[in-house]
């Protein structure tokens, strides 16, 4: 079974500009998560979706971070313009249900270096 | 505010060591504890707790949940150097919302 990909593995960029980050979850996996990581923290939920809803973004920085699941099955979420701060580790992870206490299967992640 | 917390952050032993790692928390509609291994990037999943005091074992590690406590404990024996990692606990609670706490790095000598 292939697990959840994500690119690009790492990214570059000045600060000010914009950056998009694609993942592909486990195939029948119904939710899909984003998360932000910053070293030396554990990570921190953006947002969740189920299918192609939202169902928690309540941590995303609305006014720079987006995000979307058009078709319920990949996603992307894009920085736009990108801080300093927002350099980290972005990781998406999905589970296969709906209900709670489902375990839930990580990507590599993709780090940002934001200079 | 919903929050995990996670002791020592960080823990350094020689090979052969047993080690405790331990994780309270604080969430309203508990559903369950999930402990991840972090070597590089991305945690990988060890256990998954919902009921008290059932051990749930895998070769040298094990962990337990004390539901009363509000904390649980991934315990390592005979430890070796693959075991060197930062290890995350995370709960889930409400409409499957994870909460993970700061993580514990955990350093292994030869």
């Known amino acids: 079974e292939a697990g959840v990909a994500q690119s690009p593995r790492y990214k570059i960029i000045e600060k000010r500009q914009s950056v998009a980050f694609w993942c592909n979850p486990i195939s029948g996996h119904a939710t899909l998560y984003w998360y932000q990581q910053i070293l030396g923290q554990g990570p921190k939920l953006l947002i969740q979706?189920?299918?192609?809803?939202?169902?928690?973004d309540s941590q995303l920085p609305k006014d720079r971070f987006s995000a979307e699941r058009l078709k319920g099955v990949d996603s992307t979420l894009k920085i736009q313009p990108a801080k300093l701060e927002d350099s980290a580790v972005y990781l998406c992870?999905?589970?296969f249900g709906t209900g709670g206490g489902e375990t839930q299967y990580f990507g590599p992640g993709t780090r940002l270096l934001v200079l | 505010e919903d929050k995990v917390v996670q002791s020592p952050l960080s823990l350094v032993v020689h090979e052969g060591d047993t080690v405790t790692l331990n994780c309270s928390y604080e969430?309203?509609?508990?559903?369950?504890l999930l402990w991840y291994k972090q070597e590089k990037k991305a945690p990988t999943f060890l256990f998954m707790l919902t009921s008290s005091g059932i051990e749930k074992k895998s070769g040298r590690l094990s962990s337990i949940l004390d539901k009363k406590e509000l904390f649980s404990i991934l315990n390592i024996t005979a430890t070796q150097t693959g075991d060197s990692a930062i290890y995350l606990c995370?709960?889930?609670?409400?409409?499957?919302?994870?909460?993970f706490g700061q993580g514990t790095r955990l350093t292994i000598n030869p």
């Open positions: 992870a999905s589970s």
């Open positions: 979706f189920q299918n192609n809803g939202v169902v928690d």
């Open positions: 969430v309203t509609n508990f559903r369950s």
């Open positions: 995370a709960v889930v609670w409400g409409a499957q919302k994870l909460v």
